[in-house]
């Protein structure tokens, strides 16, 4: 990502929170996996939306209208010795030439400085309670303002949710972050038309990840979250994530599997025979959840609400479920009454960008938020069928979902996932391809 988006979103949140505020933004910490293990680092999103800076133990900070530098940084120093275990480090001058800093520090300088440059403010936008360890420091610089013996030191301060603001940020994605998008959209494409090529019965379904995990890496992307892989009845658990199974004749594999190339996340789903063939069972409940999909994605458009996809596709399934014979009774009792559920427990979609649940509030003054242009989010019905003796048998353990990722324009949807194969004939054809 450009340097320069970096510095307009600074700017457009230093309008916002205004002249008498002071925003204060760590890095994400390390995090160790045992031993002297660490997890792989990944920055903090909110810190990594306006900063792009990729090192752990540095703050942000941005105190707007300030004369001398408004955007500063503390940042880890330069040690040769450091670097030469884990590569290489921006030190103060990087994080002023290379990420745009109108001035940086060393970190072990943060309480010497801050405190000082609080005191000037009246607003602290801060996360409180979303970083344990920094909580306290925060919380130690403002005690000791208000004990000190400076003439501004006991003015009341206030801390505002740094969330509220960034997270309305995040949600309207910029060019340059929808290009993202589609990007990590693809090679998810690549990945999943890659699995179906490759499942088969009597493959595992920890093969058909490391398919997909090739080809992330292979793009320098990474999964996004672990994949679904589930074969036969994995396919109702939904939070399914052994992938040791093996799959056999007769099959369905749900795979769920998206990736994030630079800090843009891609969530798909798709759902197929692994024999190549569906049954008249399994292709008569895909139908259903193929138009409900069609039918949400329809009601992706500006002006609309959040839930309406939503309630396009509860009407679809609860239509389709009546039609399988799963249901009884007229459509809209068994809307009111949410007779779905059981078959279909979740919501249609989410936000999507930085996070895979991306962040911006769903109902704003509890009214359902209305879509704008530029919002990006998932389309993902399902329909889940476990075992059960009111089921004709034929139906046990079917399930499937099918989700794309959606780009909300000035007209109809935007689907950056949408070249990935769907109706039944295009995705029995790529899985009996191999
Ligand atoms: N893979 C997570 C989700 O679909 O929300
Ligand atoms: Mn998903
Ligand atoms: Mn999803």
Redesign the pocket.
């Known amino acids: 990502m450009d340097s320069k988006e970096f510095a307009r979103r600074r700017r457009q949140f230093m309008r916002m929170i205004g002249k008498d505020a002071i925003a204060i933004l760590p890095a994400a910490p390390v995090r160790h996996r045992n031993g002297d293990i660490e997890y792989a680092y990944r920055q903090d999103s909110h810190f990594h939306y306006l900063t792009g800076f990729p090192e752990p133990e540095a703050v942000a900070v941005l105190v707007p209208g300030r004369i001398h530098a408004e955007y500063l940084l503390f940042v880890r120093e330069r040690d040769p010795l450091r670097e030469s275990w884990d590569g290489p480090r921006a030190g103060t001058e990087g994080a002023i030439e290379r990420y745009g800093a109108d001035d940086a520090f060393p970190i072990e300088d943060i309480d010497e400085i801050l405190p000082g440059l609080i005191e000037q403010r009246a607003r602290i936008f801060y996360a409180m309670g979303a970083h344990d360890d920094f909580d306290a420091h925060v919380t130690a610089w403002l005690n000791g303002l208000q004990a000190g013996a400076g003439p501004r030191s006991s003015r009341t301060r206030e801390f505002v949710a740094l969330n509220h603001v960034l997270d309305d940020m995040r949600l309207y994605k910029s060019r340059a972050e929808q290009a993202n998008l589609r990007r990590a959209a693809q090679i998810a494409v690549g990945a999943h038309r890659r699995a179906m090529k490759f499942a088969r019965p009597g493959r595992m379904e920890y093969e058909v990840m490391a398919e997909v995990l090739h080809e992330f890496r292979s793009h320098n992307a990474d999964m996004?979250?672990t994949?679904?892989v589930g074969g036969g009845a994995n396919a109702c658990v939904m939070h399914y994530r052994d992938n040791d199974r093996r799959l056999c004749d007769g099959d369905l594999l749900l795979l769920?599997?998206?990736c994030e190339l630079d800090y843009y996340a891609s969530?798909i789903?798709r759902t197929f025979p692994v024999s190549g063939r569906f049954t008249a069972a399994q292709r008569a409940v895909y139908e259903v959840v193929l138009d409900a999909q069609a039918a949400a994605i329809e009601k992706v458009r500006a002006g609309n609400h959040w839930n309406q996809p939503h309630e396009a596709a509860v009407r679809t399934i609860t239509q389709g479920l009546v039609k399988l014979g799963l249901l009884k009774g007229t459509l809209a009792r068994l809307i009111k009454e949410k007779a779905y559920a059981p078959y279909f427990g979740?919501r249609t979609?989410?936000w999507l960008g930085i996070d895979?649940?991306d962040v911006g509030d769903y109902k704003v003054g509890g009214e359902w938020r209305v879509l704008e242009p530029g919002m990006a989010l998932?389309v993902?019905p399902g329909i889940y069928i476990r075992p059960s003796p009111r089921v004709s048998k034929e139906f046990w353990n079917i399930g499937i979902?099918i989700?794309d990722d959606v780009l909300v324009t000035s007209g109809a949807a935007d689907v950056l996932s949408g070249s990935l194969e769907k109706t039944p004939e295009a995705i029995e054809r790529l899985v009996s391809a191999a």
């Open positions: 996004s979250y994949p679904i769920d599997a998206g969530d789903t979740h979609g989410h895979v649940h998932t993902e979902r989700e």
